[in-house]
Structures are given as structure tokens and as C-alpha cells.
């Protein structure tokens, strides 16, 4: 399957590496190495993630609080959000309206 991102989800997923840098040193690193293995059970797996609203599902980071919000159209995943766990849930529903 192929990734397709949104782009508030890139700036997102920018965003938290710098944080996670700037509070250690190769913890950015290690956030995208787990992004990264989310993104690839994502793809193996694509219908194997709880749906959050519509036909958006969420799939949790490891060691992070965070989760990869993404929908399925035909054969391509699209990444809505990397959404922080504990902070204003569904800020992201409004992405679903517009272009991205």
C-alpha cells in the first residue's frame, strides 16, 4: 500500500521529533523509529486498528503518546494526524473537510 500525508499531519509529525530533540538528545530519533514501525503494521495490516469516527482509525505510537490517525481509500493509507493522546481530542475532524 502506499502513504499518502496530509500536510498538517507532516508539520505535526515535524513538530514532535524537534520537541522530543531538543528534550534529548536522539529521543526525535527514536520517536520516528517507532512512527516508523506504526506506519509499517499500519500498511501490513490496514484493517487491524479500532475506528475512531467515520472511517478514521488510529493506531498507538510505542513508547510515545501518541497515535497515527489514518484512512484507507483504495489502495493508499492517508495519514490525517499524529495526534497526541492526551491533549484536545478530535482537534483533527476538521482535516477530514478540508484540502490538505
Not at 478514521?56 to 493522546?85: C, M, N, W
Request: aromatic share 14%; charged share 25%; proline share 4%.
Amino acid at each position: 500500500m502506499k502513504i499518502k500525508f496530509l500536510d498538517y499531519a507532516v508539520k505535526e509529525l515535524d513538530d514532535t521529533f524537534e520537541w522530543y530533540e531538543a528534550q534529548q538528545k536522539n529521543l526525535g530519533t527514536q520517536f520516528l523509529r517507532e512512527f516508523d514501525t506504526a506506519t509499517k503494521r499500519i500498511c501490513a495490516y490496514p484493517t487491524a486498528y479500532a475506528v475512531l469516527s467515520g472511517n478514521i482509525r488510529r493506531s498507538l505510537i510505542k513508547r510515545f503518546p501518541y497515535g497515527v490517525l489514518y484512512a484507507i481509500e483504495d489502495q493508499t493509507i492517508i495519514i490525517v494526524a499524529i495526534a497526541h493522546l492526551h491533549r484536545q481530542p478530535n482537534y483533527w475532524l476538521d482535516r477530514l473537510k478540508l484540502p490538505s
